[in-house]
């Protein structure tokens, strides 16, 4: 039986109904966008950071990184939406979806690192919150490990890889206005190149067609030689 302090797990997916803004869960298009925020971290490496990744998936930002004290996404987003044990910080982890969560949460990190190539220049090296300095233990695991020592892809660091099918891309308006006026234009050449072949195998057949005019006038031609000549005398 799952319990927990409180007794057995409690959920109220969306039943957060002082906060609309956390009655839904994160769309894959908010981790496609999530994916693109390039940058680890910004000052000051903390829940108010604007344009980090790492506060990004962690949820305190929009999904495309800009930070909103009004927002709540991705992996935030899923726990302030489950609501009750899963929604409580002190408690989350009894909830069992915990670990399907926070798996996928490094899954996204992952993917990150690989997209990115990312190397631990980009971690903060100080003024970060006690913790989570580049060189600092990982609070509260035991035994100690560094950020620097988990800043590493999971078949590196953890022997297995995520499989995952990232969302695709969806295109934005001037994408979309690019990809209208590109074939906008091929469609204007393609009505090109067909009429001028059209026209070039009109006028080829009419050159065909020439030799028997001239056949014609050439017959013409003889006859009219031919004839007799009215200013000779026929005597
Ligand atoms: O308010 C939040 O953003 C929030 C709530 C919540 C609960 C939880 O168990 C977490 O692990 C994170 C979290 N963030």
């Given at each position: 039986?799952?319990?927990?302090?409180?007794?057995?797990?409690?959920?109220n997916?969306a039943?957060?109904?002082?906060?609309?803004?956390?009655?839904?869960?994160?769309?894959?298009?908010?981790?496609?966008?999530?994916?693109?925020?390039?940058?680890?971290?910004?000052?000051?490496?903390?829940?108010?950071?604007?344009?980090?990744?790492?506060?990004?998936?962690?949820?305190?930002?929009?999904?495309?990184?800009?930070?909103?004290?009004?927002?709540?996404?991705?992996?935030?987003?899923?726990?302030?939406?489950?609501?009750?044990?899963?929604?409580?910080?002190?408690?989350?982890?009894?909830?069992?979806?915990?670990?399907?969560?926070?798996?996928?949460?490094?899954?996204?990190?992952?993917?990150?690192?690989?997209?990115?190539?990312?190397?631990?220049?980009?971690?903060?090296?100080?003024?970060?919150p006690?913790?989570?300095?580049?060189?600092?233990?990982?609070v509260?695991?035991?035994?100690?490990?560094t950020?620097?020592?988990?800043?590493?892809?999971?078949?590196d660091?953890?022997?297995?890889?995520?499989?995952?099918?990232?969302?695709?891309?969806?295109?934005?308006?001037?994408?979309?206005?690019?990809?209208?006026?590109?074939?906008?234009?091929?469609?204007?050449?393609?009505?090109?190149?067909?009429?001028?072949?059209?026209?070039?195998?009109?006028?080829?057949?009419?050159?065909?067609?020439?030799?028997?005019?001239?056949?014609?006038?050439?017959?013409?031609?003889?006859?009219?030689?031919?004839?007799?000549?009215?200013?000779?005398?026929?005597?």
């Open positions: 039986k799952l319990c927990t302090e409180g007794g057995p797990i409690r959920r997916p039943g957060n109904v002082g906060r609309p803004a956390v009655q839904r869960l994160p769309e894959p298009q908010d981790v496609t966008q999530c994916l693109e925020v390039r940058v680890f971290d910004t000052p000051p490496f903390y829940s108010n950071s604007t344009d980090s990744f790492r506060n990004t998936v962690e949820g305190y930002s929009a999904p495309t990184g800009k930070y909103d004290p009004a927002v709540r996404s991705l992996h935030n987003l899923a726990h302030l939406f489950l609501n009750g044990t899963g929604g409580q910080t002190h408690l989350s982890p009894n909830d069992p979806i915990f670990v399907l969560l926070h798996t996928f949460t490094d899954a996204v990190f992952d993917e990150w690192l690989r997209r990115y190539n990312a190397d631990i220049s980009t971690f903060p090296l100080e003024n970060a006690i913790g989570h300095n580049r060189q600092y233990n990982m509260p695991f035991w035994p100690p490990v950020n620097t020592e988990m800043f590493v892809t999971a078949p660091n953890l022997g297995y890889a995520y499989e995952v099918q990232w969302p695709g891309q969806e295109f934005t308006v001037s994408e979309i206005i690019t990809i209208a006026v590109v074939a906008a234009l091929l469609l204007v050449a393609a009505i090109f190149g067909v009429a001028s072949c059209l026209i070039r195998s009109r006028s080829t057949k009419n050159e065909a067609n020439q030799p028997l005019l001239t056949d014609h006038y050439q017959r013409y031609a003889e006859d009219y030689e031919e004839l007799p000549n009215p200013n000779h005398s026929m005597v």
